[in-house]
């Protein structure tokens, strides 16, 4: 996780005073994280109820401002407009409905779990500047959403 988490954040920008969802958040460490490094508003999102729970029970005991839902990713709605949205995938099958969230101009970082690359999806789903971070765990895809 430390070096996922490493590459995570050198793809991100400064997350002071944004807004930033996390699709496929599991048990909260990435949201607790995202936090911690100045985002404003975070909400992490999983599909998996135990998980989601550990994350809340988490947030009980330790409050920082993180909210979490429960959605699957093939239903998964748009949660309003956030400058950064973190996906952990491992296909690109949901890609444009993750990126619903995303505002016009804001950042999409794919986490990808099982070694896909969702460079093609990015581009049919109209992002640019496509950058690669990898690290052993998997590769990270950083993309700007232009419409």
């Excluded at 995202?34 to 599909?47: I, K, N, Q, T």
């Excluded at 949660?79 to 996906?87: E, K, L, P, Q, S």
């Excluded at 016009?104 to 986490?111: A, E, K, N, P």
Aim: aromatic content about 4%.
């Amino acid at each position: 996780m430390a070096d996922q988490a490493a590459a995570l954040l050198e793809a991100l920008p400064d997350l002071a005073g944004r807004a930033v969802l996390v699709v496929g958040c599991g048990d909260g460490r990435y949201p607790r994280l995202l936090r911690s490094e100045g985002a404003r508003r975070v909400v992490g999102v999983d599909a998996n109820q135990a998980l989601i729970a550990v994350a809340q029970r988490e947030e009980e005991r330790d409050p920082i401002g993180i909210s979490y839902e429960l959605h699957r990713l093939a239903r998964l709605p748009v949660m309003g407009a956030f400058d950064v949205v973190v996906a952990l995938l491992d296909s690109p099958e949901h890609l444009g409905r993750v990126a619903a969230s995303l505002v016009t101009g804001g950042l999409l970082v794919v986490v990808a779990t099982n070694g896909f690359s969702p460079e093609e999806a990015l581009r049919d789903n109209d992002f640019q500047d496509i950058v690669l971070h990898r690290h052993e765990s998997g590769d990270v895809h950083s993309a700007r959403k232009t419409s």
